[in-house]
């Protein structure tokens, strides 16, 4: 079992940062690829950004291609999502996931956390 907690999430201007936290407890997060979705409200929720295991593989929506980085911390046992240049559109809540491969569909996840809300004013 491994549960997920995001944090980080808030307010920010447009063309600002913030850096997201999913902090992982149960098992170590280099067992699992990880992933951050994101919901909006009215929308479905969609895929942000993939690592693998390694570390060595990484995915990313168009949307947020050259802006948006995530990264793992073997030893905190955290993955990040650094935001840059923040769009309104970029608002939404944001969800960390594990499991097994570093894929765009969400429901290939195991674990989900309870998200945090991200709020880009233009």
């Known amino acids: 079992q491994v549960r997920l907690v995001e944090s980080g999430g808030g307010l920010a201007q447009a063309g600002g940062s913030l850096r997201l936290s999913c902090a992982a407890s149960?098992?170590?997060?280099?067992?699992?690829?990880m992933g951050w979705f994101r919901q909006a409200p009215g929308k479905e929720r969609e895929f942000v950004a993939a690592l693998s295991g390694s570390g060595r593989s990484t995915n990313y929506a168009d949307s947020v291609k050259g802006r948006f980085t995530i990264s793992r911390d073997n030893i905190k046992n955290t993955v990040y999502l650094q935001m840059n240049s923040l769009k309104s559109e970029d608002t939404a809540v944001y969800y960390c996931a594990a499991g097994m491969v570093p894929t765009m569909t969400a429901n290939l996840y195991t674990y989900w956390g309870q998200g945090t809300q991200v709020t880009v004013s233009a």
């Open positions: 149960g098992r170590t997060v280099s067992t699992y690829a």
